[in-house]
């Protein structure tokens, strides 16, 4: 079974350190709701973001993780894949404090869906 934590480091708490230069608060992406495990709190976050930040690679990654905890494969494949073809490549720093590029962590959630990880969290997620 997968640690909840190795499922949390998919999460993205930054975007890329010359977006982090221009806004050192930067946006919060439902980062420590992901974190905490409470994908409905970091949905509700990330669609409010959505408005402003649509098509961020960050934004889309982390929403990629909420909709996967909670199950919904689909819309979570379809954004794992809009960050992976995205325009756009961002080193984008991870919970677990790495910085990785974007394409690189659409792939790994990609990976991680077609295996089922984010399923087996889904208890843990949800406790």
Known sequence: MIALAQIAALAVAAQSPAAMAADPAGPDYGTQ?????????ALR??????DKAADDPAL?????VAHARRGDEERARDLFEAAMAHDERAELET??????DSRVLARKGLAMLARGEFASTASIASR
């Open 33 to 41: 709701e992901l974190v905490e495990g409470r994908n409905g709190a």
């Open 45 to 50: 976050t990330l669609t409010a973001e959505a």
């Open 60 to 64: 889309l990654i982390n929403l990629a």
């Open 95 to 100: 919970v677990d404090g790495r910085w990785v």
